[in-house]
Structures are given as C-alpha cells and as structure tokens.
C-alpha cells in the first residue's frame, strides 16, 4: 500500500497525516472493510477555491467542503480542504488534528463502499465506524 502526501503548496500543517491514513487503513483491513490491495492512495491538501471548483464538478454543490474522495478503481485519492475542516473543528469543539484524522477516516470509509448518503442503516454504520477507528487511533 503506497500513501502519498501532497500539500499542493499550501502552508497547512501534515505531519502524523501519513500516520492516521496507515493506521486507520490497518484498522479498515482487519475489520475487513477494506478489501483493496496495492491501492495507493493520495492525499491532496486544496484551498478553499479549489474545493468548491470539486465539489461543483463531481458533486453539484457550489460550496467548499471537507473531504472528497475519488476511487479511480486501481487508485484512491482524499481531497481535504484544511480552511473548511479548521471551521469545523472550532464549530465541534475538536482540535484541527482530531478533525483532519476525521475527515481522513471519512474519506477511507468511502473508498471502502460505505457512504452516508445512503439507506439510514448503512449510514449509520459508516457512522458508527468512524467513530469506533478514531477512538482506536486515541481521538475520543
């Protein structure tokens, strides 16, 4: 499993990122959630412009947002917006490391098939499973 980080030059802060994708990916395996094997994924770190130009083209919504995540079938790319999950966490009373590892947990569950705009059950469990893999990478 290749993981690649790239802050598309932005001053945002990356370090222990590689290590909540690492960690959380072991975890998403051994549930057995994450069946994909040399997948590399990539993150991408974009201003808030940027986010809202992706979001508008993939998803109609004309509004930065989170995270987005693309499976390209042979590769998986995270597109994290740092401006929206800083607004975010200060909103959810979390630390913006809490909140990134969130939205990169996020963003694995949906390359995994589970996503929340799906029936309320499967919703719920990609919730809950989020939940479950940030408490085991030591955010509560």
């Not at 993981?3 to 802060?13: A, E, G, P, R």
């Not at 995270?67 to 401006?83: K, N, Q, T």
Request: include cysteine; charged fraction near 30%.
């Amino acid at each position: 499993m290749a993981i690649v980080l790239n802050n598309s030059k932005m001053k945002v802060d990356i370090r222990g990122a590689g290590g909540v994708l690492s960690k959380a990916l072991t975890r998403l395996k051994k549930r057995r959630i994450f069946k994909k094997k040399n997948y590399p994924i990539t993150v991408v770190f974009v201003s808030g412009e940027e986010s809202r130009k992706l979001n508008k083209a993939h998803r109609q919504k004309n509004k930065p947002t989170n995270v987005l995540s693309f499976d390209y079938e042979a590769s998986g790319e995270l597109i994290l917006c740092p401006e929206v999950i800083r607004k975010e966490a200060k909103k959810a009373g979390n630390s913006v490391k809490k909140q990134t590892a969130w939205m990169i947990v996020h963003g694995l569950v949906h390359l995994s098939g589970l996503h929340h705009d799906q029936s309320g059950k499967k919703a719920e469990k990609a919730e809950k499973l989020e939940e479950s893999v940030l408490a085991s990478l030591g955010f509560k």
